[in-house]
């Protein structure tokens, strides 16, 4: 029940109870001054008879009874506004779609506790009675006078808020006599660094939590994977002239739903770096573009360093962008490595290959060490910044002599993509509108997809799969361990879902998940197994179903004939 509970007490919820208390505070000690046979109005304190006189506001010599029903009433209204205030946080904070029914039921709860005392003073009478105009008459006095009190109120201690920020800043933090400053704050870094503890390292991070307000709220559409598909598909003829094999368009958008990391292989020219920009401005999102380059030796390339110089931490654009992730966390977030191969994905991108094998809540990257006293920024901790779930990293890759081959330790825990058709134009039929998807959203289709039995990849798929898995073990000696297999679990359902097949889905794992590990072998029995393996193909799916790989293992004989 506490950890329930808890979860609906986030900053913005303290905050907020604090305000209501406070203002109900008030409301209640005004009443005092309200009424008329109260001796606290008419001695000493005639500011608020004043006020009411000016303003033409009766006096209510309230009665035992009236105080009764009136305090009941604050308290039906404090607890209704609490709980209603505290769900709306809760359900905007977690992007949740609120409902015409949430402010009808808010709206309903307000009047019923309003007139909760009104009708128990109508047990008597059905008619108005004194009491009943007289209970109404003083709440809407205190009310109004709560108000106005609020109005030459909120300046006052606005004011006595500047003169104490003025003082604490400019004048007590200055010595009297002698030196120019207090003593600071002195810390000392691993690297022998003295700094203040007030001093910032991290600029850059620093602004992004200044300048951030409120993450935008996302109408979600209602969809379907494969209407999104379709309409994906339409958005970059009509908006970019850009004409895509639907099947490259579903297995762009199930790879999400197998991996953090996506590789987009092929040509220069054939749209790869298009297809993740677009896909992000068709859902109202914009990527993240990292150029990488030739010279990127370690994580210091994408994540920055600790100037000794200037003693601040030299944040790169990439790093920027993942901790402004944190700030909107149901927003997708796609970080494009430009031109990956150009420099060996090894050196640069190592932490985060590791990192993203874990579970979600250990996705953690260490920037730097930092002492316990120091202030950091507000989503960094002892300078660690943790990768939001919603962040998805897409890497295009070239193939041509300036680039570096990418190792089996990449390729199998990436989801990878070929471009090598050209695109022809189409008949554009459907919608093809851009689209409102949070990361939520998304995360929902998918389980929903992984979760219909029809689209599963179930145990006579993979008896029929397991045939020419195991020959190509045999023969070849490539086997796979159980992340390639957790992998074709997620995407089969998930491009079923998108409009596929089961047996195209099993095409693209198999062609670049595992037959890819026969490239540059030129042994005698290559061609044989090559042979022998098309020709199993064929008789366990058919002639002309798994067609990427039909291309691959031709384009392989030809290497090794």
Same mark, same amino acid.
């Given at each position: 029940m506490v950890k329930k509970l808890k979860k609906y007490f986030s900053k913005e919820t303290v905050i907020f109870v604090a305000i209501i208390l406070l203002f109900y505070i008030l409301w209640g000690t005004v009443s005092l001054f309200c009424d008329k046979n109260n001796s606290l109005t008419n001695s000493g304190h005639p500011i608020y008879a004043v006020i009411m006189n000016l303003f033409h506001?009766?006096?209510?010599?309230?009665?035992?009874?009236?105080?009764?029903?009136?305090?009941?009433? +604050?308290?039906?209204?404090?607890?209704?506004?609490?709980?209603?205030?505290?769900?709306?946080?809760?359900?905007?904070?977690?992007?949740?779609?609120?409902?015409? &029914?949430?402010?009808?039921?808010?709206?309903?709860?307000?009047?019923?506790?309003?007139?909760?005392?009104?009708? $128990?003073?109508?047990?008597?009478s059905?008619?108005?009675?004194?009491?009943?105009?007289?209970?109404?008459?003083?709440?809407g006095t205190t009310f109004l006078m709560t108000l106005i009190t609020l109005v030459f109120l909120v300046p006052v201690l606005l004011f006595i808020y500047?003169?104490?920020?003025?003082?604490?800043?400019?004048?007590?933090?200055?010595?009297?006599?002698?030196?120019?400053?207090?003593?600071?704050n002195k810390i000392t870094l691993d690297n022998g660094d003295i700094i203040?503890?007030?001093?910032?390292?991290?600029?850059?991070?620093?602004?992004?939590?200044?300048?951030?307000?409120?993450?935008?709220?996302i109408q979600d559409n209602e969809l379907t994977l494969k209407e999104i598909a379709d309409r994906f598909r339409n958005y970059l003829a009509v908006k970019?002239? $850009?004409?895509?094999?639907? &099947?490259?368009?579903?297995?762009?958008?199930?790879?999400?739903?197998?991996?953090? $990391?996506?590789?987009?292989?092929?040509?220069?020219?054939?749209? &790869?770096?298009?297809?993740?920009?677009?896909?992000?401005e068709f859902i109202n999102e914009e990527a993240f573009f990292a150029p990488v380059q030739a010279t990127w030796r370690d994580r210091t390339n994408l994540l920055g360093y600790y100037n000794d110089f200037s003693k601040t931490f030299k944040e790169t654009d990439f790093l920027c962008r993942l901790y402004n992730a944190t700030y909107s966390p149901n927003h997708l977030n796609i970080m494009v490595l430009d031109e990956l191969n150009l420099s060996r994905i090894e050196y640069y991108f190592a932490d985060f290959i590791s990192i993203l094998e874990y579970p979600s809540e250990e996705w953690k990257i260490t920037l730097m060490h930092l002492p316990q006293n120091y202030v950091e920024p507000e989503h960094l901790t002892n300078g660690v910044l943790k990768i939001?779930?919603?962040?998805?990293?897409?890497?295009?890759?070239?193939?041509?002599?300036?680039?570096? $081959?990418?190792?089996?330790?990449?390729?199998?825990?990436? +989801?990878?993509? @070929?471009?090598?058709?050209?695109?022809?134009?189409?008949?554009?039929i459907g919608g093809s509108d851009s689209i409102s998807l949070s990361y939520t959203r998304l995360m929902e289709l998918f389980k929903e997809a992984q979760e219909n039995k029809e689209y599963q990849f179930n145990k006579e798929d993979y008896e029929k799969f397991r045939?020419?898995? @195991?020959?190509?073990?045999?023969?070849?000696?490539?086997?796979?361990?159980?992340?390639? +297999?957790?992998?074709?679990?997620?995407?089969?359902?998930?491009?079923?879902?998108?409009?596929?097949?089961?047996?195209?889905?099993?095409d693209i794992m198999f062609s670049k998940k595992i037959l890819r590990k026969v490239e540059g072998r030129y042994e005698d029995y290559i061609y044989n197994g090559l042979s022998k393996l098309l020709n199993l193909i064929n008789k366990t799916y058919g002639k002309g179903v798994f067609t990427l790989t039909e291309r691959a293992i031709t384009n392989l004989l030809k290497k090794v004939k």
């Open positions: 506001i009766p006096f209510t010599n309230a009665y035992a009874a009236t105080w009764v029903q009136f305090l009941v009433f +604050m308290f039906l209204i404090f607890v209704t506004t609490l709980v209603f205030g505290i769900v709306l946080i809760y359900l905007l904070k977690n992007h949740q779609k609120i409902t015409w &029914k949430y402010y009808v039921s808010l709206g309903g709860s307000f009047l019923i506790s309003c007139f909760v005392p009104i009708l $128990l003073s109508f047990a008597r059905f008619t108005f009675s004194e009491a009943s105009i007289q209970y109404v008459t003083f709440t500047f003169i104490i920020y003025v003082l604490k800043k400019y004048v007590f933090t200055k010595k009297v006599f002698g030196d120019t400053s207090l003593e600071s203040d503890a007030n001093e910032e390292i991290f600029v850059g991070l620093k602004n992004i939590d200044n300048n951030f307000t409120s993450e935008l709220f970019h002239e $850009l004409y895509f094999d639907i &099947k490259i368009i579903r297995a762009f958008i199930g790879a999400f739903s197998a991996s953090r $990391l996506i590789i987009l292989e092929g040509l220069s020219g054939t749209g &790869k770096s298009s297809l993740p920009r677009y896909f992000s939001n779930e919603n962040t998805f990293f897409v890497g295009t890759a070239n193939k041509d002599d300036s680039t570096y $081959l990418i190792t089996d330790k990449v390729y199998d825990r990436a +989801m990878v993509l @070929d471009f090598e058709d050209r695109n022809e134009p189409f008949e554009v045939k020419i898995c @195991d020959f190509t073990y045999e023969t070849f000696d490539i086997t796979f361990g159980n992340r390639i +297999m957790n992998q074709i679990k997620d995407f089969v359902p998930t491009f079923v879902s998108l409009g596929g097949t089961k047996e195209e889905a099993l």
